[in-house]
């Protein structure tokens, strides 16, 4: 939307209005260029729970290109047609664009002959011209795609103070392969008979002898 279009738009049909309208002097016009015409809308009055209120230009405006099908405003002025100055735009109007369509946002706004802003540098009461500084992104520039790559890549450095190795322990395969070699012999060692000296040996031996005698004897004795 060309400032000088929109300008020049709002000025001819605010001079209409005063000239072929003069009751409509003391009041605001408001004029909104949208993607379905140029539309007009002048200060009005609505009944509201049995109150009479009013119904600001920019919103009159706004409403009639809703009616008409618009869904997008690219240029809006307002403009007191008592001296024919441009105004900033109502708050009312200004919520009610961008809740209707957030592409409104994007809305050209005059407020002079040489001055004009977004509607969302109005609406947030920010500056459009810094509104996005520091937020240079180049789409070819490789450092903008790290996001995917923030996994990949990731080593461990001998130089960090929590990072140790330790050349003594085992992986923990050979872990437990030690750990089950050594339960094995632990088994066999156990259910291993105890080694006897040759005294202890002897005395078991006199002692069978012994008791075969005495069975031998036994069973002579009662044939």
Known sequence: MEHSTLYNTAKELAEKVKRERPCYSGLDAAI????????????GVNAAEGKLVDVPADV??????????GRTALGLAVVKLGDMSFITPSGEAQELMFRSNTENDGCLVCL?????KLLSAIRL??????MMDGFGFDE???A?????????????????????????VAPPEETLSDKTDEAKKDTLNNSAE?????EELL??????????KSNFLFRKKHK
Do not use: C, H
Request: cysteine-free; aromatic content about 6%; proline content about 4%.
């Open 32 to 43: 909104i260029i949208s993607d379905k015409g140029v539309f007009l809308g002048v200060t």
């Open 60 to 69: 009159a405006a706004f409403l009639n290109m809703r009616n008409a099908g």
């Open 112 to 116: 002079g002959a040489d001055e004009g």
């Open 125 to 130: 009461g920010t500056d459009s011209d810094s």
């Open 140 to 142: 070819d520039d490789p």
């Open 144 to 168: 903008a795609d790290t996001t995917a790559n923030v996994i990949s890549g990731v080593a461990v450095e001998e130089s960090n103070p929590f990072y140790e190795r330790s050349e003594t």
């Open 194 to 198: 105890p080694e006897l000296t040759a």
């Open 203 to 212: 005395k078991q031996a006199k002692k069978r002898k012994s008791v075969a």
